[in-house]
């Protein structure tokens, strides 16, 4: 047998990692990232065009997220009856003909229209997530598994910077903000200049289409190995759905992982959601534009926030590393909410560096506490975590409507914060 062979263990797990096949996967991370990156422009876009509150404009991110948790059960049974490509190729299949609908929805003009769209862009990204999430974790010897996710959604940020930098050039314009445009418009030139505005969406989803294209092609003639628990073995017999959510739902160090997560999707997606209101709300000579600028920088912090963690997860426990971002996130979120001027930007911007090693750092120690027969379902059961993104943002909105305040609304965020950094210490201590 020759020495570099790489064997696929009976819990499904290899015994090395394939490097390209492993970038490969990797690589799927900045689609999803694009996406939701993009979910933030568009709120900032809808929020002038359609005259919205803000609980209507975090809609947007209920209509995504809504999507991923109705699809990510459905999705984890096809991969278990099939393989996790099937997955991959299903959920990029599905992003295309979800960017498709911005076509129609642009011509229609109406919010309802926009949301089904983001709504079928969802179904494609449950797909992706349910598999890539799981799968990078199998790629490789299981003690290097969290380590492995966490590089994976290192990939994360590329395609969040790059979703927010298609928007600012593609969608936002030059000149004033759309609010101080329309504020000398009526009538006619006004519906003129909101059908306008909103044929700009289109742009950024046609380059995302073909890009997709070439992805499925990639991963359609690549041979990618199964990861899955051999249903002979000892490490897994075959069991039914049924018994597999039941398990699920009595193993009470899971669930808590599940809230945790999804705690946490719902804090990024919130503070992401508003920065750019935030900073239009503190500074009004700022156009969405350079508003979107802080986005960028905040992505570029998420990155180094990613990064940092990966390094320091090696040499500390990834229990007191993620105590420790939660502790100093908490600071940050109370300083945003608080501090009555242009600052508290800066300190939404820094925020994105403790939320960087969140998603994957929980979700690989979620996934940990399920046996080798539950993997498929325990990861789509993660994934429907995500729903947190559609309710912690319309909380917020809904906080800020009714407080008149946007910036106080983020303390909710603090919250969020604080139940990471208990779920870890009581990891910390248990362990």
Known sequence: MASNEIIQHDDGYLSKTPIFKFILISCMFPLWGCAASLNDILIAQFKSVFTLSDFATALVQSAFYGGYFLISIPAAQIIKRTNYKTGILIGLAFYIIGCTLFFPASTMATYTMFLFAVFGIAIGLGFLETSCNTYSTMLGPKDKATLRLNISQTFYPIGAITGILLGKYLIFQEGESLKNQMQNLSGDALHAFKLEALQFTLEPYKVIIGILVVVFIIALLTKL??????????????????????????????????L??????????????????????????????????????????????????????????????????????????????????????????????????????????????????????????????????????????????SLGSLQLSFIINAACFAAIGIFFFNKLKTE
């Open 225 to 258: 190995p199964t990861c899955k628990a051999k249903e002979n073995s000892n490490s897994a017999t075959k069991v039914g759905f049924g018994e597999t959510i039941a398990y699920l739902l009595t193993n009470k160090r899971f669930m808590a992982g599940i």
């Open 260 to 401: 945790t997560e999804f705690l946490y999707v719902g804090m990024q997606v919130a503070v992401w959601s508003f920065t750019i209101r935030l900073a239009l709300d503190l500074d009004h000579t700022l156009n969405e534009r350079d508003a979107s600028n802080f986005m960028v920088a905040s992505f570029v912090c998420f990155f180094i926030g990613k990064f940092v963690a990966n390094i320091l997860m090696t040499k500390f426990a990834v229990n007191k590393v993620m105590i420790a971002y939660s502790i100093i996130g908490i600071i940050l979120v109370c300083y945003i909410a608080f501090v009555p001027n242009f600052s508290a930007i800066y300190a939404a911007i820094a925020t994105s560096i403790l939320m960087g090693p969140g998603w994957a750092t929980i979700y690989s120690e979620t996934i940990k506490e399920a046996k080798p027969q539950y993997k498929e379902t325990a990861g789509a059961i993660c994934v429907m975590a995500i729903v947190g993104a559609a309710v912690v943002p319309a909380i917020q909105g809904l906080l800020s409507d």
